[in-house]
């Protein structure tokens, strides 16, 4: 490694689509590479009509692909394991068809299946002429791809293949590389997010205590999906089984009451605070110092209740964060989740009813509704992972309207 290469250990799916500007692609390839980037190639079929396969797999050293239902691609690195692969996504250059097709979700090909199977960021670099891009229903697909969190990279001005002069030439290689080099330089903070996790642990006795059954996957998610989106983030997390994720600030914590102080400590620091954990509600009003022996038919254990970290937080008069509630309902999940936005004065809560099986406590997917004092937002079934970037943009997006 030379000094130089600052994209190493970085993944990049480079999609290539279909336009004139597909002879830079692979220029595009050499340069992300001479800078320690892995590159694999994703082509659409319009993209073949301007350049080879070949090209691109003698420069990125790794196969292509180019179809959704090849069989031999699929078995050396399906589409999923491509999508969850890669560190960013870029298409370059991006066909007005390829955006269309992005902007309304459609999945008719590889390329756009990957788009929306992959976490990774996307960024785009728009090719095609100048009346193209300069019409109302590119612009507006072009705007709902910016709200969504995807990059877009130029174009640039200047005379095109067709003779027109005007915006839409797609940027050059060096600029592309640029700019993935930008995307990847460490930025201050756009935000800074603080957030609970996972289960809290009640003790009873040295050897004992109380719990449920929260994985902390969902916070855990949320605090790798802010981070990627340029959030500095702090996490407080009660005991999981999972890895820290990448360039998050992680406070162990054990009981409510540990999670309490921690928390209250550090939320006036941070601009948002997202409570996920599954705090316990009560905790044994005395912890035995020796092990309880089984001397008695029958055991009392007097409870008394843990404080609400939540409303505390929201209830600070100075620094106070923008808060965000979850509520893990069984029934009626409106009129709980709206009574607890109320109740703990919060300013959004993402609701999800844990009695459908498959989604909530320690699956690896979930759904949410998102209420706040004059709205809702579905957010439908998905991966852990997928949700959690989709809540965070949602956050950022109110949380940018009150500052
Ligand atoms: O009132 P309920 O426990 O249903 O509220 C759930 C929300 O409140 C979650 O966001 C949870 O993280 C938070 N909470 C908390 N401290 C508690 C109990 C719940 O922060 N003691």
Not at 165 to 174: K, Y
Not at 199 to 212: F, G, H, K, L
Not at 312 to 324: G, Y
Request: net charge negative.
């Amino acid at each position: 490694m030379t000094a130089q290469q600052t994209l190493q250990n970085k993944n990049i799916v480079l999609g290539i689509t279909g336009g004139i500007a597909a002879y830079k692609s692979p220029e595009i390839v050499r340069r992300l590479k001479d800078q320690g980037a892995d590159v694999r190639v994703v082509m659409t079929a319009g993209a073949k009509e301007f350049i080879t396969p070949l090209t691109l797999q003698a420069v990125s050293g790794n196969p292509v692909a180019d179809s959704l239902l090849d069989p031999a691609a699929e078995a050396a690195m399906g589409h999923i394991e491509l999508a969850k692969w890669a560190d960013l996504v870029i298409i370059a250059p991006a066909s007005s068809n390829t955006i269309a097709a992005i902007a309304a979700g459609l999945a008719g090909d590889l390329l756009t299946t990957l788009c929306i199977a992959t976490a990774a960021p996307i960024a785009i670099a728009p090719a095609m002429n100048q009346q193209m891009y300069a019409a109302a229903v590119t612009q507006e697909n072009i705007a709902r791809l910016t709200n969504r969190g995807v990059h877009i990279w130029g174009p640039a001005s200047g005379e095109q293949a067709c003779g027109d002069v005007g915006q839409g030439r797609m940027i050059e290689a060096l600029e592309v590389v640029e700019q993935t080099l930008n995307f990847f330089t460490p930025k201050p903070p756009a935000f800074k997010l603080l957030i609970t996790a996972g289960p809290t642990r009640e003790a009873i006795d040295p050897v004992r205590y109380i719990s449920n059954h929260s994985s902390g996957k969902m916070g855990f998610a949320i605090a790798k999906a802010a981070q990627a989106l340029g959030g500095e983030v702090t996490l407080v997390s009660g005991p999981v089984a999972l890895t820290t994720p990448h360039s998050v600030n992680r406070i162990d914590v054990v009981s409510a009451e540990q999670m309490h102080q921690q928390t209250l400590v550090n939320a006036p620091q941070h601009d948002i605070f997202i409570a996920c954990a599954a705090v316990a509600d009560y905790r044994p009003a005395l912890v035995c110092e020796q092990k309880i022996k089984k001397n008695d038919d029958d055991m009392v254990v007097s409870m008394v209740k843990n404080p609400d970290i939540l409303a505390d937080v929201a209830a600070l008069t100075e620094q106070r964060p923008f808060c965000v509630g979850f509520a893990a309902e069984t029934q009626d999940v409106e009129t709980y989740a709206r009574g607890k936005l109320q109740r703990k004065k919060l300013d959004l809560i993402a609701a999800n009813n844990v009695s459908v099986t498959g989604q909530g406590f320690n699956s690896d997917d979930n759904a949410l509704t998102l209420y706040w004092p004059n709205g809702q937002l579905d957010l439908p079934l998905t991966s852990k992972d997928m949700l959690a970037k989709q809540l965070v943009l949602e956050i950022l997006k109110h949380y940018n309207t009150q500052h």
